[in-house]
């Protein structure tokens, strides 16, 4: 009797056993039967199951991400290479073996350019990325990005208006939070059509900065709000635009490495807002 108790009492012991051994790189979908006990070897069985779904997502978002990679990749080599080997037969013509060489340097810059940003998003989503914090004025921030991206917005009508009060202050990285604001305006000029708008403001939400850019763009589809996060993806709207699909996912990234939050609220046709939440250095009560 003592033999058949302790044989059935470790059953779930040789489920997750079991598990354990038929995991494997061409599948990752195992799971442990769940016994539903109520018990602590249920608990173990759940949260061993909940492991294996975070490990599956992982492992599928870095296939996802060395697939977009190796594509987005394969169009500038390709490049590359023709403008190589268009250079060796023009008969060594210095005026052609210049441009090419220019051209072989932009494409290499924009590899460059992915790789590094790749680079930031990874650091940033594993918490190593080194983040020069100091105390920076929202308003002087929001209105220094705006005045770079002026100038563009005007060749295209578009009326880039700031609102945030003098007294707004956090602690953060300056540059990195330049490159949030830049990526956001960015798109948001790229995306808005002429005679539009967009507004940057910032303002105290209790113990939180609420910094929100809002244009009159051409927005995004519902399907496709959740998956503009993700690294090298582009919405159908956007493909016909230059970028590397990257703006987005690094925006993300260094949001979340100050600790703070960001969200979108868009509707096709009106527009999009983007809402980011960092903590106050002198929150409201």
Known sequence: G???????????????ISTVRSVGPDRMDARVPIPQTGDELDELATLFNGMLEKIEALINGMRDSLDNVAHDLRTPITRFRGTAEMALQS??????CREALADCIEESERMLTMLNT???IS???TGVMKLDLKKVNVSALIEGVADLYRYVAEDKGILVHTMASNDLSLTA????MRQILANLLDNAIKY??????IDIEAHHRGEKIVILVKDTGIGIHPEEVSRIWDRLYRCDQSRSQKGLGLGLSLVKAIVQ????HIEVFSEPGKGST??????SDDPLS
């Open 2 to 16: 003592g033999a058949f108790l302790a044989f059935r009492a470790l059953r779930p012991i040789r489920h997750l």
């Open 91 to 96: 008969d060594q013509n210095p005026e052609i």
């Open 118 to 120: 790749l680079m930031d």
């Open 123 to 125: 650091e940033a989503e």
């Open 173 to 176: 990285d300056p540059n990195r």
């Open 192 to 197: 808005t059509p002429n005679g539009g708008r």
């Open 257 to 260: 490495a100050h600790k703070g």
């Open 274 to 279: 983007f809402i980011i939440s960092l903590a």
